[in-house]
């Protein structure tokens, strides 16, 4: 789904975001993206969508190499791949829903989709009664929901999340936390950036700390700072058979709105038409 | 296609009404560069037409030998209008010129009751001509047989010129800066309005809003508020002018002023015009740097 190859990302000022980092994430992974305030974990964020592109290697992000798109592919990419910022991004001059139905408008999508999919991802992140609000008149974790809701709102195969969490107090983050393992157990692939050691250690998936630019550690089942003895490692077990009760309730779940699309057989084929040459749905090359 | 006219149009006014402020002085700065440049504009024509009709009234004076007879000053007129630059002639016989000369000195026309019975002036013929052709006219007059003597003021005539090229270039020139001042401003004030925003294209970009489909709104915004400047401009325009003409017939009507029509028609075009490219290009441009993302 996601690779990068001998990835190394210098920014214009001379700071080193990413040295030589290499990495894959396969299809339908959820993966913790760890390390200090500094280490690439954003720079990384960036280049899987597109705002960035590597000084040096590859970003592959299901066989496209994102580095070498052309400016006018990049809309069509950042269709595919959903991010939840930090900061949220909300555009605060529109209602919550219109925040989620600009997404889906970009795709030019009609205004029926418009009123069949944005209240059912409103339902999914448990806002259909904000609507009609204000991103000024919502809390952090409303905010952080909606900001979710528009990531996923063109049903992306891949969704970023970058410290989604990093603004919101503890209880609110387990909430987007949870949603995100909603999303990812519907079959989508979710990286998410975090500081939050609780949340981590608590999951027991997939974790690749970063640190000065470079993955310092890989591991298929990890915690937030490395297991030291078997003890620690019991104990995390222990924590992921609770957390693992915890998530079970939302195995059922069914995709709202129309049905799950593979981005790369369905719609995914505008993104290789474009490239093509002729007249892509991206339009606009000069 | 319909669909997306219509999401760009209800995009702009809404981008407009929440930008309220912004908006308000981008078009009150649109009208008052349009307004200025417009005014400047109407001096420059109006100077431009007081030059040619001073350059109309541009003539020289042919006095003519004694005793011609009628065919030889009509072989001779016939002459003289086939010499470039001449506009036309017009034959003044001794008789008709004491008239006039007793209309010119008016009261004191008993003057010439002395020499009334030995008129002194001779037969002349008028010949207006392009002004900056009088020399070779008056040259060639004077080698015509019949020409006595060629009266050509071409020492006032050329101080005249002069002058009038004087007054064009500074027209031309006052309306060219003003144009050029008129630009930077408006698209400097666009430009601002567009950098409040920059949050907004970002986070437009970032959820996958192609450049055009962002450029869309912003442009007719652009279009529009410059627009209704221009109109404000040519509404304050037209009601100066139109005052103006009738302050300017009552007490200099010797000031040649151009007619209201088709001229206010024109400039009204004309600031419409250039207030769809301004409003156009500025937001573009401006647009531009923001949609790098």
């Given at each position: 789904m996601i690779q990068l190859y001998h990835v190394s990302m210098i920014y214009p000022n001379q700071v080193q975001a990413l040295a030589d980092v290499t990495l894959k994430v396969g299809r339908g992974e959820f993966v913790f993206l760890v390390g200090p305030s500094g280490a690439g974990k954003s720079t990384f964020v960036r280049l899987v969508h597109g705002e960035e592109r590597p000084t040096q290697g590859h970003v592959i992000v299901d066989g496209r190499n994102v580095g070498r798109m052309r400016r006018s592919e990049l809309p069509l990419l950042r269709r595919h791949v959903g991010v939840v910022f930090q900061d949220f991004k909300l555009l605060p001059d529109r209602s919550v829903f219109d925040n989620v139905a600009f997404a889906l408008l970009v795709t030019g999508s009609s205004r029926r989709d418009v009123r069949r999919r944005v209240p059912a991802l409103l339902e999914l992140v448990g806002l259909r009664d904000k609507a009609a609000a204000r991103p000024n008149e919502l809390s952090g974790g409303e905010a952080q929901r909606v900001s979710l809701a528009r990531a996923l709102v063109n049903t992306p195969a891949v969704v970023l999340a970058d410290e989604p969490t990093g603004n919101l107090d503890p209880d609110t983050s387990w909430d987007i936390v949870q949603l995100l393992l909603k999303v990812n157990q519907a079959g989508t692939t979710v990286i998410m950036a975090t500081h939050a050691k609780n949340i981590v250690d608590k999951l027991h998936r997939r974790v690749i700390a970063i640190d000065g630019g470079r993955v310092v550690r890989d591991e298929a089942r990890g915690m937030y700072g490395e297991a030291l003895d078997s003890a620690a490692a019991e104990a995390a077990a222990a924590l992921e058979e609770q957390a693992g009760r915890s998530v079970r309730p939302f195995s059922g779940l069914t995709w709202p709105g129309r049905g799950r699309s593979d981005w790369r057989g369905g719609s995914g084929g505008d993104l290789r038409r474009g490239s093509g040459g002729g007249a892509g749905a991206g339009g606009g090359r000069r | 296609m319909m669909r997306s006219l219509a999401r760009v149009m209800r995009e702009a006014f809404h981008g407009m009404a929440r930008n309220g402020a912004m908006s308000a002085v981008c078009v009150s700065t649109v009208a008052v560069c349009l307004l200025v440049l417009a005014v400047v504009g109407l001096l420059a024509l109006n100077l431009e037409r007081t030059a040619q009709v001073i350059e109309a009234q541009v003539e020289i004076k042919l006095y003519l030998e004694p005793d011609l007879s009628p065919a030889q000053v009509e072989s001779l007129r016939e002459t003289l209008s086939r010499v470039p630059g001449v506009r036309e002639t017009r034959y003044v016989s001794r008789d008709q010129a004491l008239a006039d000369l007793g209309q010119q000195l008016?009261?004191?026309?008993?003057?010439l009751e002395a020499v009334a019975d030995m008129n002194p002036l001779p037969d002349s013929i008028d010949v207006p001509v392009d002004p900056q052709r009088l020399v070779a006219v008056a040259d060639a007059a004077k080698q015509l047989p019949g020409v006595e003597k060629v009266i050509d003021k071409r020492q006032v005539i050329t101080r005249l010129l002069d002058v009038t090229r004087a007054v064009r270039i500074l027209g031309l020139g006052l309306a060219l800066l003003l144009a050029g001042v008129t630009v930077v401003i408006v698209s400097n004030t666009i430009r601002l309005a567009v950098f409040s925003r920059r949050n907004e294209v970002r986070i437009m970009k970032l959820v996958g809003a192609t450049d055009r489909f962002i450029r869309g709104p912003f442009m007719v915004e652009g279009i529009l508020m410059s627009l209704v400047g221009a109109c404000v401009a040519a509404a304050a325009v037209w009601w100066g002018y139109t005052w103006l003409l009738g302050a300017v017939g009552r007490s200099?009507?010797?000031?040649p002023l151009l007619g209201a029509q088709p001229l206010l028609l024109g400039l009204t075009a004309g600031l419409a015009l250039m207030g769809v490219v301004l409003g156009a290009l500025g937001s573009s441009i401006s647009l531009r740097r923001f949609l790098q993302v």
């Open positions: - | 008016g009261d004191q026309a008993g003057l200099l009507p010797f000031l």
